[in-house]
C-alpha cells in the first residue's frame, strides 16, 4: 500500500466528494419535491393527472439512472436542446428518486383512516388543513424509513455521474486508476470516501427511526 500515494491524491476525493454531495443533495431535494406531488395526486385520485402519474413513476422506476442520463446528456443535443453535465444529473437523480419518493409517501398516506379526515372536517377544517395538520404529519412518520432507505440508495446512484463527464468520486477513482495502476489505493479512497458520506446518513436515519417510534408508541 502506497501510503504517498494516498496522501498525494486525497484532496482530489475529498473536492469530488463536496461535489458528489452537493447534486446528491439537491437531486434529493428535488426528488422529495417530486414524489410529495404525485402521491398527494394519488391520494386524492385526481382523474387523468393520475394516469399520468402512474406512468412516469413505472417508466422512472423501470429505466436505469445510466440510461437516464444518456438521453439527457446525449440524446436531447440532437434536438436542439443542451444541458450542462450538473444539470443532467440533477434531473436524472431527481427524475429517478420521485418516482420511489412518490411510493414512499403514498404508503403512509395510505395508513391514515379515513375517519380521521372526516373528524377533522367535522370540527370545520378544510381539506388542505386536514391534509397539514392531520393526515400529512402520520403520514410523514411512517413513511420515515423508506424516505430514509431512498436518501441512501440515491446517494449511491450518484456513483455513476461520470458517464456525464462529472469528476465525481467514481470518475477520480477511475482516473487514477488508468493513469497510475494504483488500484488498490484508489479504490480505498473510494471506500472510504463513500463511507464518509453515507455513514452519517444511516446513522441519523436509524436515530430518527427510534424517535419516532418513541413518541407514537413509547418504551
Given at each position: 500500500?502506497?501510503?504517498?500515494?494516498?496522501?498525494?491524491?486525497?484532496?482530489?476525493?475529498?473536492?469530488?466528494?463536496?461535489?458528489?454531495?452537493?447534486?446528491?443533495?439537491?437531486?434529493?431535494l428535488?426528488?422529495?419535491?417530486?414524489?410529495?406531488?404525485?402521491?398527494?395526486i394519488?391520494?386524492?385520485?385526481?382523474?387523468?393527472?393520475?394516469?399520468?402519474?402512474?406512468?412516469?413513476?413505472?417508466?422512472?422506476?423501470?429505466?436505469?439512472?445510466?440510461?437516464?442520463?444518456?438521453?439527457?446528456?446525449f440524446?436531447?443535443?440532437?434536438?436542439g436542446?443542451?444541458?450542462?453535465?450538473?444539470?443532467?444529473?440533477?434531473i436524472?437523480?431527481?427524475?429517478?428518486?420521485?418516482?420511489?419518493?412518490?411510493?414512499?409517501?403514498r404508503?403512509?398516506?395510505?395508513?391514515?383512516?379515513?375517519g380521521?379526515?372526516?373528524?377533522?372536517l367535522?370540527?370545520?377544517?378544510?381539506?388542505?388543513?386536514a391534509?397539514?395538520?392531520?393526515?400529512?404529519?402520520?403520514?410523514?412518520?411512517?413513511?420515515?424509513?423508506?424516505l430514509?432507505?431512498?436518501?441512501?440508495?440515491?446517494?449511491?446512484?450518484?456513483?455513476?455521474f461520470?458517464?456525464?463527464?462529472?469528476?465525481?468520486?467514481?470518475?477520480?477513482?477511475?482516473d487514477?486508476?488508468?493513469?497510475?495502476?494504483?488500484?488498490?489505493?484508489?479504490?480505498?479512497?473510494?471506500?472510504?470516501?463513500?463511507?464518509?458520506?453515507?455513514?452519517?446518513?444511516s446513522?441519523?436515519?436509524?436515530?430518527?427511526?427510534r424517535?419516532?417510534?418513541?413518541?407514537?408508541?413509547?418504551?
Amino acid at each position: 500500500m502506497d501510503i504517498g500515494f494516498i496522501k498525494e491524491y486525497f484532496p482530489m476525493y475529498v473536492d469530488a466528494a463536496k461535489l458528489t454531495l452537493c447534486l446528491g443533495i439537491t437531486g434529493i431535494l428535488f426528488s422529495m419535491a417530486v414524489g410529495l406531488i404525485c402521491s398527494l395526486i394519488e391520494y386524492y385520485r385526481i382523474p387523468l393527472l393520475r394516469q399520468v402519474t402512474a406512468f412516469y413513476i413505472e417508466l422512472s422506476r423501470n429505466t436505469p439512472l445510466l440510461v437516464q442520463l444518456f438521453f439527457l446528456y446525449f440524446g436531447l443535443p440532437k434536438i436542439g436542446i443542451m444541458l450542462s453535465s450538473e444539470c443532467c444529473a440533477v434531473i436524472g437523480l431527481s427524475f429517478l428518486g420521485g418516482s420511489y419518493m412518490a411510493e414512499a409517501f403514498r404508503s403512509g398516506l395510505e395508513t391514515i383512516e379515513k375517519g380521521q379526515v372526516e373528524s377533522a372536517l367535522a370540527l370545520g377544517l378544510t381539506h388542505p388543513q386536514a391534509m397539514r395538520y392531520v393526515v400529512f404529519p402520520q403520514a410523514l412518520a411512517v413513511s420515515i424509513p423508506a424516505l430514509c432507505a431512498n436518501v441512501i440508495f440515491l446517494i449511491k446512484e450518484t456513483s455513476v455521474f461520470s458517464v456525464v463527464a462529472l469528476a465525481d468520486l467514481m470518475y477520480v477513482a477511475k482516473d487514477l486508476i488508468g493513469l497510475y495502476y494504483q488500484t488498490d489505493e484508489a479504490l480505498l479512497m473510494l471506500v472510504i470516501s463513500y463511507l464518509v458520506l453515507l455513514l452519517p446518513v444511516s446513522l441519523a436515519a436509524g436515530w430518527l427511526e427510534r424517535r419516532l417510534k418513541f413518541a407514537g408508541f413509547g418504551n
